[in-house]
């Protein structure tokens, strides 16, 4: 009686890997200096239709829903997967060297323009809507599979980014999560194992899925940014120390100077004597990035030999970068003595 199950269930036993693929034109870079505007277009549905298996296997999901108890909402349909990973992506990119057309504006544009995927095509696209580059690309997998102790979910897209001018392809990310749920909770025994992997079929992170699908396009776009490290993390750099050239005392200045990302909180850190003494933006240089400053004032009862001096940067959104100076300096300010 349990051949169906079985058949199913190896039939549909795969695992499903995270994967990246991406590729860039060796002169294109964002900088902060030179924003884009960019319209990101809706992704077009290229899933293949569900294979013979999907269908023979509905009947068997409905019964694991039954048996675990597990109503939660159903597997999203290819259109709003396309429309959510669409709006996560701007998301991302608002604030990053780019302005984002807004969504809703761009569609209503759309309705009267049309675009048969050619390079020229998107050129002519980009021009009438009045932008640097556009986004497009295609949702090209959305499902799951399932196994007897797994139920292992995909969602997969690509985007391109499409110069204005020429419509020539200067980025492009084909990323595909995977998400494989294994069994830590509901009924025991055997019923567990067949029901549950079976009942996750058709629920299951799909939005956490499309929410990494987006970070990871965004991170490898990003990374082609001069404001960012090979990984699309913040960066810290050309760390310069002014001070006397000689042991300090009460009253000497200490001015550090740094160039790194921007929009990010900066301090440096006197050896172990004084730590986060801020810095500020001062300017920004012509790369897009920021030179950040701080001067720290040498205290009565400062002492420290050869006291290193690093500067730390932090982004709001997470991520840190650190750089020491190649100078170290010499605090010795004894307090004065009693009269």
Avoid: K
Wanted: with cysteine.
């Amino acid at each position: 009686m349990f051949a169906p199950f079985a058949l199913l269930l190896a039939a549909g036993a795969c695992s499903v890997p995270s994967i990246v693929r991406v590729s860039r034109d060796d002169h294109f870079a964002l900088r902060a200096s030179e924003p884009l505007r960019i319209a990101v277009l809706p992704l077009r549905d290229a899933v293949p239709a569900p294979s013979l298996f999907f269908y023979l296997g509905r009947p068997f999901v409905w019964a694991a829903r039954a048996v675990t108890l597990d109503f939660r909402g159903s597997m999203p349909t290819t259109e709003s997967a396309a429309d959510t990973m669409r709006s996560l992506l701007s998301a991302r990119l608002v604030g990053e060297s780019t302005e984002i057309v807004d969504h809703v504006q761009l569609d209503c544009a759309l309705r009267s323009r049309t675009c048969d995927g050619t390079a020229a095509s998107f050129a002519t696209l980009a021009q009438e809507l009045d932008v640097d580059a556009v986004i497009e690309g295609e949702l090209h997998g959305l499902g799951a599979g399932w196994a007897v102790v797994r139920t292992n979910r995909e969602l997969a897209g690509v985007v391109r980014l499409r110069d204005g001018m020429t419509g020539a392809v200067l980025f492009s990310a084909d990323v595909a999560i995977g998400n494989g749920a294994g069994i830590d909770h509901g009924p025991t025994g055997w019923v567990s194992l067949v029901a549950t992997p079976l009942a996750a079929l058709d629920s299951g992170p799909y939005t956490e899925m499309a929410i990494d699908w987006a970070e990871v396009v965004g991170r490898e776009l990003l990374g082609t940014s001069v404001l960012a490290g090979a990984n699309g993390e913040p960066v810290v750099a050309n760390v310069v120390v002014t001070a006397p050239e000689r042991r300090l005392g009460a009253g000497d200045d200490i001015e550090v100077a740094a160039d790194g990302s921007p929009g990010a909180s900066v301090h440096f850190h006197l050896g172990s004597l004084h730590r986060q003494i801020p810095m500020f933006a001062a300017e920004t240089l012509d790369d897009g990035r920021v030179r950040y400053r701080g001067v720290y004032r040498v205290r009565v009862g400062d002492r420290a030999a050869e006291a290193p001096i690093a500067v730390h940067l932090l982004w709001p959104g997470g991520g840190e970068a650190a750089q020491s100076a190649s100078r170290l300096v010499d605090v010795f300010a004894l307090p004065s003595p009693p009269r």
